[in-house]
């Protein structure tokens, strides 16, 4: 059986900033919403997350035996402060206008991957590694493991971070001695608009109102329409941006709706 604690202490030595650990089971209350968000469409062109839905709401059927899911986070400066000096490479650049801050520094899956690997090793597990290109819910299990809760944007909101974050995960066949659980309210409650909290977003509604292209679901479950985001058009080139959309400048991603969080002051 694995210490969580020592799991912890050595993911943050590889250069994450936080990990939590969810006991691996299937994402019943998740796997409703996901379902509403494809029968309405909104998942445009991502055809993909059409497939493996089962797998993408149960690791047990990725990893068989699974029992733990490692998740781990590694927080990126947000777009308001200028990248570090020492993050820059030889012959200097400065902040790239209309790039999302995510992709202002290193590609972050070669980043994340080197780094669960590591995990991997250290710990001296087997476990399958996932960075974005594997059919698992990253965001649901990171809250599940105690790291935030999935904001009205749909991202994970962290409370030392706030969305300005990206995930990785371990699904292992061992045991860990301590499962993590949802985040308590209490480190959210600071946001007077976040207190009343059933969702934690409660009564704000500041990233819906903020996205020029009306993208966000204002009610229900979080959820984005990705034929109306930029990120889509800007990441996944094999459709032209629609007449009218609003890219308010980004040609890679986009900050608006994080710009918008009271959790990413
Ligand atoms: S990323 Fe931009 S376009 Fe997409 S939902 Fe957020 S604000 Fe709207
Ligand atoms: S802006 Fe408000 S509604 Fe949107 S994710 Fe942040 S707290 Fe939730």
């Not at 020592?6 to 250069?15: Q, Y």
């Not at 801050?101 to 080197?114: F, I, P």
């Not at 995930?167 to 009343?196: A, H, M, R, W």
Request: glycine fraction near 8%; aromatic fraction near 10%.
């Amino acid at each position: 059986m694995l210490s969580s604690e020592e799991v912890k202490r050595i993911a943050l030595e590889v250069g994450f900033d936080a990990c939590g650990i969810a006991r691996a089971d299937a994402l019943t209350d998740e796997e409703y919403p996901l379902r509403g968000w494809l029968a309405k469409g909104w998942h445009a062109g991502l055809s993909y997350m059409e497939r493996n839905v089962e797998m993408r709401m149960d690791p047990r059927l990725l990893v068989p035996g699974a029992r733990s899911v490692i998740c781990c986070v590694s927080a990126y400066p947000p777009p308001i402060l200028p990248l570090g000096k020492e993050e820059r490479p030889e012959g200097g650049w400065g902040y790239k206008p209309g790039v999302a801050a995510y992709a202002q520094g290193r590609e972050y899956h070669k980043v994340l991957k080197d780094m669960l690997f590591s995990l991997r090793e250290r710990l001296g597990i087997d476990g399958k590694v996932c960075c974005d290109t594997v059919p698992i819910s990253d965001k649901h299990w990171a809250a599940r493991a105690g790291l935030g809760f999935i904001g009205r944007h749909t991202l994970l909101v962290t409370p030392q971070w706030g969305s300005w974050v990206n995930l990785g995960e371990i699904v292992t066949t061992e045991e860990c001695s301590e499962y993590s659980e949802y985040s308590e309210y209490s480190e959210y409650s600071e946001y007077s608009e976040c207190s009343d909290n059933p969702d934690f977003c409660a009564r704000c509604r500041r990233c819906v109102d903020a996205c020029p292209n009306h993208a966000i679901a204002p009610s229900g479950p979080p959820m984005i329409d990705v034929s109306r985001c930029t990120a889509y058009y800007t990441t996944h080139h094999e459709r032209p941006i629609p007449p009218g959309h609003v890219t308010a400048g980004y040609t890679q991603g986009c900050d608006i709706c994080q710009l918008a969080c009271p959790f990413n002051r």
